[in-house]
């Protein structure tokens, strides 16, 4: 059998990983992919975003089965283009997909269905945007998201209102995100804990993957800019079982209503964005397809074959599966290039990786690549150093210990990858009375 994963990044070396645990021994191709899947997968020269030249590529090399990590291409319509032509791919349609390419849409989308979601104000004038931060009539901070897709830049937490003036006036009038920003969204900042909920769906079907939780900003303790994310973990105990039941109940099962019902069934991965607030549970975002880095410490849990998985999503008979979990927490620690997510250098060499995996702890590449034979840094996040313990404390300081074996010039990472987690897991096993 021959799989073909669409993607460069971390999430896409933890799917190449995946599914070459799979009993059925597949031949597995990624395009582009990374210095990480050049080791354990043929990588093959095509951009993401290129769709004609990927379909042909599937269907010269007669591939069986195509997995879509990132965004771009499935709202650029890459599932419709392959499934035209009769190839067999996980991901949903472009017009599935505006649940992530629009957020305007997915607000609008929300509240039709009566989705919880956070009050907001979408608007392309510039005096409408600056009138309701003006006002205060979402408060402090105020949520400032561009409607399209802006590579992990379309959403600003203003602390103040003049900071929110010069946001909004930075993306309607001077431009920054482009076409991107042409129309924004003001949203009303939620507190609580956020928590990534993932779901295969089959159009009618969700069958949840195990919990875990994002650390976006670029610093310790949430300080700093928005990074892609920095490092997650996954764990049961994330979402207790009340949580569990709502979420599905009020969230997921009537997005997947909503969606068949408005002509767009979801097929494919779908991220629900959550945050627990005191007053229930929210959702943040949509995305339609698997998060990075959430992805690598999931799927480092995952113990059911993938492929067995995405055939039963493409078979609709996502009902029939149950997934099997490891019971052990993970974490995935993500070591940046120094200055990200500003500018940063590419090419230094990487070391320290000889040895350092094992049966619980994977090294997924992202921003790498073998250049004659050497391992070079070649994107922002360069690498997520994935472990599984008994404990979460017990994940984090391997994850941390290999961290510290690997070397490349102006390396960063966060040191409190997981600590929220501890806090949490307290909490979950000795529940206030
Ligand atoms: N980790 C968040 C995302 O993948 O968008």
Redesign the pocket.
Known sequence: MKVLVVGSGG?EHALVWAIRQSKRAPQVYCAPGNGGTAQEAVNIAIGADQITELAAFAQREGIDLTIVGPELPLTLGIVDHFEALGLRVIGPSAAAARLEGSKIFAKAFMQRHGIPTSACLQTDSLDEAVEAARSGRFGLPLVIKADGLAA?KGVVIARSSSEAEATIWQILEAGVLGEAGSKILLEQFLTGDEV?FLVFADGVHALPMAPSQ?H?TVFDNDLGPNT??MG?YSADWILPPEDYREVMERIVAPTLEGMATEGMPYRGIL?F?LMLTPGGIYVLEY?AR?????TQPVLLRLQTDLLDVCDALLEQRLNQVRLQWDSLPSVCVVLASGGYPGEFEKGWEISGLTGIESPRLKVFHAGTELRDGRLVTAGGRVLGVTAKAGTLQAAMDMAYEAAQKIQFRHMHFRRDIGRKGLLKERRAVSPVP
């Open positions: 999430r992990g990534s994002d976006k892609g994310g997650a991220y964005g995305n698997m998060g990075d880095p959430e």
